[in-house]
């Protein structure tokens, strides 16, 4: 059981890495193409669900870059919080006191 619980966390974690590193994929509608179904040389026409792009988000995208954004800016807070802790404790430093 718990075998199975460790497959299908790494399943997940694949997954997730997967939708962060490549989120985009080929459009269903047009294939990639950018074109509307059904066009010809003459009557061109751009994609409805892609724009023309031929690309549209895959699913779980936007939550994996805004976790990791999240994430990021807690831990760059945090170094901020540490550096500000460090200049204070320098400034009130004994030493510094009584050269004044």
Same mark, same amino acid.
């Given at each position: 059981?718990?075998?199975?619980?460790?497959?299908?966390?790494?399943?997940?974690?694949?997954?997730?890495?997967?939708?962060?590193?490549?989120? +985009?994929? *080929? /459009?269903? $509608? !047009?294939? @990639? %193409? =950018? #074109?509307?179904?059904?066009?010809?040389? &003459?009557? +061109?026409? *751009? /994609?409805? $669900? !892609?724009? @023309? %792009? =031929? #690309?549209?988000?895959?699913?779980?995208? &936007?939550?994996?870059?805004?976790?990791?954004?999240?994430?990021?800016?807690?831990?760059?807070?945090?170094?901020?919080?540490?550096?500000?802790?460090?200049?204070?404790?320098?400034?009130?430093?004994?030493?510094?006191?009584?050269?004044?």
């Amino acid at each position: 059981m718990a075998t199975l619980i460790l497959l299908g966390m790494a399943a997940a974690l694949v997954w997730a890495v997967s939708v962060y590193t490549y989120p +985009f994929r *080929p /459009c269903r $509608r !047009c294939q @990639g %193409t =950018g #074109r509307k179904p059904g066009s010809t040389r &003459r009557r +061109f026409g *751009p /994609c409805n $669900r !892609c724009g @023309g %792009t =031929g #690309r549209t988000q895959r699913t779980g995208s &936007r939550t994996a870059h805004r976790t990791v954004l999240s994430v990021r800016s807690e831990l760059a807070k945090e170094r901020q919080r540490k550096r500000d802790r460090n200049a204070t404790d320098r400034a009130t430093h004994p030493r510094r006191l009584e050269d004044r």
